[in-house]
């Protein structure tokens, strides 16, 4: 079934629910861009597909060694279940792409396949 908008709660900006799922605040639109190989043209590839209906917010991290202080920002993007269809599941080196924001996939954590599922992607 295709996902359905249901009213906003106060502090949420929207929830999509489908077959199964119930995930809140997934109201953004993401072009992941993956990255393949095509072995007989022996050419890298890559497909583009328009993920409507995930959730995305990013994360400050810090790190102290002997060379200092480093940071990094962390994106964080949660794919229902039922948004990602049929489309090629992220994998590390994969680029996800929110407004003017490109962010290099470095994690993937299946949780399809039970009430909620999604795909949970950090990138940075």
């Not at 997934?26 to 022996?42: E, P």
């Not at 400050?60 to 964080?76: E, M, P, Q, W, Y």
């Amino acid at each position: 079934a295709p996902p359905v908008s249901v009213p906003p709660r106060p502090g949420r900006e929207s929830v999509v629910q489908g077959v199964g799922s119930l995930m809140v605040c997934c109201d953004k639109t993401v072009t992941l861009v993956h990255a393949g190989y095509d072995g007989r043209a022996d050419t890298d590839t890559s497909s583009e597909t328009v993920l409507k209906g995930v959730s995305w917010y990013s994360q400050n991290r810090a790190a102290v060694d002997s060379t200092g202080l480093h940071h990094a920002r962390i994106f964080k993007c949660r794919i229902p279940e039922n948004v990602l269809g049929h489309a090629a599941l992220p994998v590390p080196g994969d680029v996800l792409r929110y407004g003017d924001i490109t962010a290099t996939v470095l994690d993937v954590h299946d949780n399809r396949g039970h009430t909620g599922g999604h795909v949970y992607v950090e990138a940075s």
